[in-house]
DNA sequence: GTGAAAGCGCTAACAT
DNA sequence: ATGTTAGCGCTTTCAC
C-alpha cells in the first residue's frame, strides 16, 4: 500500500533489457537465452516484483477466475441470501464440491469466486459478472429442479457447467450420477441382508436425482416381489430424516429395512430408531446415500451408496476449463457410477 | 464468447457522445445533462454494454474483490488440501461466517474469492494473489492457533482482517469474542439448575478461545466452590465430542452437568448420555457453545452459548473495507459479547 | 457540462 | 534471441 508496486518496466531497467524479455521469462517462452532468463529472475527478486493482473487479463482477455455458483429456487427474497448460504454449507454434500473444484483449479492457477444465486437480482449479478469478464465461466451447483440460471447462461452464451442433469434441458455440459443405480444398489443391499418389509425415505421429490433413487429402488424391489414399498418424502435435512423416519415406523412397525436418500437422513432415521428401542442393523438395517461425513458421524457408521463427489466437481472443472479454452465446443455429458459402501448400518 | 462484446467506444458511438460522458454516466458520476444521461443509458441497452472489470482495474486499482481464506495449520503435505476443504466445510461455523462476510459485501459488489492456505506454497499463493491485485484484501479464518499467515499479510503490508484474536500479536485488525463471558455464561447456567458435579469437554488447548471458554468456566466454578473440575479435551468435532463424554463418564459416573465447548461436540456427548441410559436434561444438563445449526440438529434441543458469527463476519468485512479504503489506518480489534441460549438441554 | 488525450501495465506482432 | 511498438478498454485530468 506504501510505495507504488513495481512494474515489467522496472525489472527491465534493473536486469538491462527490454519489457518484452521480462514478460517472456514471467511466463515461461521459450527463446530466451538462459544467462539472461537467469539474470530477469535475480531483478525480479530484486524488485519483488508481481505482474499486474488486471492489466495482463485486459490484453489476455482471461481473468483466470470461475464463478463457484450456489444456485436456489426460484424467487426467495433478497435478504434470505444469509440463511440461503448458511443452509448451503450446512450440507457436507457442498464442501466436497468446493475441495473437487479446488484440487483441479489450484494447479492451474485459476480461483474460484463464490456466488448465490437465490433471487433473480443475484441471478443477473452472476451474469453480468461473467460479461465483465470477471470470471472465465461458471461451474453451477443448483439446490432445486427449477433452477432458472442454466437457461440464462445457456442463452447468453457463456461458458458453464452444472452438476447434475437441468430439469429442462439446456445446451450446458453436466456431470451427474446414476443415480438409478444407486438406488438400485441399495435395494439389493436390503434384500440381501434378507429384509422383508423395506421403507423408503426418499429426497424432495421435486428433484429429479430423488426421483430416480426411488425409480431404482422401487423398481429392484418390485423385480424381487416387494410391489408396494412405503415412502416418505424428505427434505434432505436430518431433521427432515428424524419426522420421516418417525412417522413411518408408526404405520409400518414391521419394517426391517430403510433406505435414506442421503446419509444426513439417514442418520436422523438411526437416531430414532434407536430411541424407539429398534437395533441398527439387528432390527432394522439402514442404507444411506452419498458417503458424506455425515455417513461417518453416525452411530453405527453407515452402509451407504457412494457418489464420487470429488470426482465429479473435479470434472466439471475440467469440463468448464475446456470450454473456455475452446478445446470443446458441444455440451457434453459425464455420468458416473454409484458405488456400495459397505459399513456397520446395514 | 461469439463476437466481441461492445466497448465503451461502441457505446459512445450509438449515442452520439464521447467515451469520456459514458463512462461519467456508467460510474454515475454528477455534472451529466439528465438528456444526454437517458440517451447513454439507452445507447448502453441496445448495445449490451458491460462495462470490462480488466480494464477498469488498471486504472483504478482496484479489485473490488477480497480473497476469503481458511488458513489451516503449519506444513500440512499439499495433497491434503481436498481433505482440509472438506473438513472445514463440515463445521457448520464455516457457513455462518461465509453467510456474514457475503451479507456485507454484496451490496457494495465485491466478491469474494475461496483460498484455502494450508502449506507453505499456498500461503504464497495467497501473498502472490493479493500482491498482483487481483484482490484488494484478506479476510482470514484460521484453524490452528499457530497460524502463519497473519504475520507474512503483516510483514508484507497488505490490508487483511482475522477472525479471533492471533496466538503471537501481529499489526493486524482482527474480531473476537468474549470467550471467558461465554464460559461464564455456562457455568453459572450449570450451576443454577443445580448441577453438583458439572465436567467439561474443552476444545483444543492449543487454540486460545478454548483456553479462554476453559478458563470462564472454571473461574466461575471455583468461585462458587467447585475446586477442581473433571476436564477432557476434544477437538471441536461431533467425533471427539463422543470420545470425551464416554471418557468422562467412565471416570465420573455422578456428573450432572457438561459444558462442551462447542456444539458439534454438546451433540457427541448427548449420543453419547443417552445411550448410556442418562435423560438429558434431567439426569444430566448439557451446555454447548457457538448456536450453530448442530444445535438445533441436536435431541433435545442445546441450550448454548452464542457467538453471533454473522455479526462478527460482517464486522470483518467492514474492518477490511475500512482499511482498503484507507478510512482506517491502525489496526482495530472488535470483541462481541457472547449471549446464552436457553433451549432444552439445560 | 462535454470532449480530447494521456496513460494504467501488460502481451504479442513485427522488426531486427 | 531480443527490442520496438501498437494496442487491450477504461478513467481522469485538463481544456473548452
Redesign the interface.
Known amino acids: 500500500?506504501?510505495r507504488q508496486?513495481p512494474t515489467l518496466e522496472d525489472v527491465a531497467r534493473e536486469a538491462g533489457v527490454s519489457r518484452a524479455t521480462v514478460s517472456r521469462v514471467v511466463n515461461g517462452v521459450r527463446n530466451v537465452d538462459p544467462a539472461i532468463q537467469e539474470q530477469v529472475r535475480r531483478a525480479i527478486e530484486r524488485t519483488g516484483y508481481?505482474?499486474?493482473?488486471?492489466?495482463r487479463?485486459?490484453v489476455t482477455r482471461r481473468?483466470e477466475?470461475v464463478a463457484?455458483v450456489v444456485s436456489g429456487a426460484g424467487d426467495s427474497s433478497d435478504g434470505a441470501?444469509?440463511?440461503?448460504?448458511?443452509?448451503?454449507?450446512?450440507d457436507?454434500f457442498?464442501?466436497?464440491v468446493?475441495?473437487?473444484i479446488?484440487?483441479f483449479l489450484?494447479p492451474r492457477s485459476v480461483?474460484?469466486?463464490?456466488?448465490?444465486a437465490e433471487s433473480a437480482e443475484a441471478r443477473q449479478?452472476v451474469l453480468?459478472?461473467l460479461?465483465?469478464?470477471?470470471a472465465d465461466g461458471a461451474l453451477v451447483v443448483s439446490t432445486h429442479a427449477d433452477d432458472p440460471l442454466p437457461a440464462l447462461l445457456a442463452e447468453a452464451?457463456?461458458?458453464a457447467v452444472l452438476f447434475a442433469r437441468p430439469s429442462r434441458p439446456v445446451r450446458l455440459s453436466y456431470v451427474d450420477l446414476a443415480h438409478r443405480d444407486g438406488g438400485r444398489l441399495a435395494a439389493e443391499r436390503l434384500l440381501d441382508r434378507g429384509c422383508r418389509e423395506p421403507v423408503t425415505i426418499s429426497g424432495p421429490l421435486a428433484v429429479a436425482a430423488s426421483q430416480e433413487r426411488l425409480a431404482g429402488f422401487r423398481d429392484t424391489l418390485a423385480r424381487r416381489g416387494h410391489r408396494h414399498v412405503p415412502v416418505a418424502e424428505g427434505g434432505f435435512t436430518?431433521?427432515s430424516g428424524?419426522g420421516s423416519m418417525t412417522d413411518l415406523l408408526a404405520q409400518h412397525p414391521d419394517l426391517d429395512g430403510v433406505f435414506a436418500a442421503n446419509d444426513l437422513m439417514a442418520q436422523g432415521a438411526c437416531?430414532v430408531l434407536?430411541?424407539h428401542g429398534r437395533r441398527v442393523p439387528d432390527d432394522v438395517a439402514v442404507v444411506g446415500f452419498d458417503d458424506s461425513?455425515a455417513a461417518?458421524?453416525c452411530?453405527p457408521r453407515l452402509t451407504t451408496v457412494r457418489q464420487p463427489v470429488?470426482d465429479m466437481a473435479a470434472e466439471m472443472a475440467r469440463l468448464l476449463d475446456d470450454h473456455i479454452h475452446g478445446a470443446r465446443t458441444r455440451p457434453t455429458s459425464v455420468v458416473f457410477a454409484p458405488e456400495l459402501v459397505v459399513r456397520e448400518s446395514a
Chains 1, 2 share one sequence.
Not at 111 to 116: A, D, I, K, N, R
Open positions: 500500500m506504501s508496486a508481481a505482474p499486474n493482473r488486471a492489466a487479463s485486459l481473468a477466475t463457484l441470501q444469509a440463511a440461503f448460504a448458511a443452509r448451503v454449507f450446512a457436507p457442498f464442501g466436497r468446493v475441495a473437487g479446488v484440487g489450484r480461483h474460484p469466486v463464490l456466488m448465490f449479478e453480468t459478472y460479461r465483465q469478464g470477471r452464451r457463456l461458458p436430518l431433521d428424524i437416531q434407536r430411541e461425513t461417518l458421524d452411530r470429488e
